[in-house]
């Protein structure tokens, strides 16, 4: 499975971007994508997940209410809708998936076995 992430850029702060997460190789729609950023000399951290059929997800408290995630199993690919966006939202942004991630590990890095190239959002303020 190989992950491409895109979408990202600048916006000014209080914008909107959509970024896309697309899947290719063996197509499964229990797989469970995530979203993690990382700013240069901090550690990754997680931003949200989409649990399997994309029913369940679970954002950071830092992108609650801002953040959103849809599906679409057609094309393979998981979007990450941002609204509302914050300077300290820059970062690169990369997408992430297994099929055997559970609910109480998601938030983890090492929970997944394939991982998107990253996408540099910048917002401006």
């Known amino acids: 499975v190989q992950l491409q992430a895109s979408g990202g850029g600048l916006v000014q702060a209080g914008g909107s971007l959509r970024l896309s997460c697309a899947a290719s190789g063996r197509s499964s729609r229990t797989r469970t994508t995530a979203w993690f950023r990382q700013v240069p000399g901090k550690e990754r951290e997680f931003v949200a997940v989409?649990?399997?059929?994309?029913?369940?997800?679970y954002f950071a408290n830092s992108v609650k209410g801002r953040f959103a995630l849809s599906r679409d199993n057609a094309k393979n690919t998981v979007y990450l809708q941002m609204n509302s966006l914050k300077p300290e939202d820059t970062a690169v942004y990369y997408c992430a998936a297994s099929e055997t991630v559970i609910y109480s590990t998601a938030y983890r890095e090492s929970s997944y076995d394939y991982w998107g190239q990253g996408t540099l959002v910048t917002v401006s303020s």
């Open positions: 989409a649990f399997r059929g994309g029913s369940t997800t």
